[in-house]
């Protein structure tokens, strides 16, 4: 069966520039989580789905960052105006049910801004 | 302060060597735990859960311990294949994660 999915799995962005990065749960899970993961660290929570509902962004750094899962399927997280400190890679997780079971990882999204 | 924390190491072990990592949470309200596995430049895999009795898979044991506020993972009979970064993952009661930032571990022959 297919994992979770994530496109593209590279983007290199002028900074200024508006980035999409698109994450494919596994089929039929109910949560979703994206986080950025920078060099040398643990991923950081950025934000948390459950069907189409956003329960939780407590963890985006910004109003520049924007996220959506409108059928409560693929999500999409975006960035405005991209900045440096942006830089890093951004991972998306799925699990079955609401929250707090075992997530399963996508590939990641690994995000350079010049 | 950070909610979770793990000493970055890095360790390095022989084969065969059984080493212990543990990581402490702030949250006392914290509610399902979780170690997970990073090898280099790959997305993190769920090694184990961790339940307050604790759990065994293989070489590998974890436990928690509600009233210190952590979390141990030990891995018996180090493997060459056991070299990467150990994640914990701590859940609040509103789904919300917690990552620590790793230990990483290198098993030499």
């Known amino acids: 069966g297919a994992g979770v999915s994530q496109s593209p799995r590279y983007k290199v962005a002028k900074r200024g520039q508006d980035v999409a990065l698109r994450c494919d749960p596994i089929?039929?899970?109910?949560?979703l989580f994206w986080y950025q993961q920078a060099l040398g660290q643990g991923p950081e929570f950025l934000t948390y789905f459950q069907n189409e509902a956003q329960l939780d962004k407590s963890g985006l750094p910004s109003d520049r960052f924007f996220a959506e899962r409108p059928e409560g399927s693929v999500s999409t997280l975006k960035i405005q105006r991209t900045q440096q400190e942006d830089s890093a890679v951004y991972l998306c997780a799925s699990s079955r049910l609401a929250g707090q079971e075992t997530q399963y990882f996508g590939p990641g999204t690994r995000l350079l801004v010049l | 302060r950070k909610e979770v924390e793990q000493d970055p190491g890095p360790f390095n072990v022989p084969e065969g060597a059984t080493v212990a990592f543990n990581c402490t949470y702030s949250n006392s309200a914290s509610q399902s735990f979780f170690w997970y596995r990073q090898d280099c430049r790959k997305e993190p895999k769920l090694l184990m859960s961790v339940y307050s009795s604790g759990n065994e898979d293989g070489r590998f044991t974890a436990q928690l311990n509600r009233a210190s506020q952590y979390i141990s993972l030990l891995i018996r009979d180090s493997k060459l294949s056991d070299s990467a970064t150990y994640l914990c993952v701590v859940f609040g009661n509103a789904g919300k994660s917690t990552f620590g930032d790793g230990t990483t571990l290198t098993v030499k022959p």
């Open positions: 089929s039929g899970h109910v949560s």
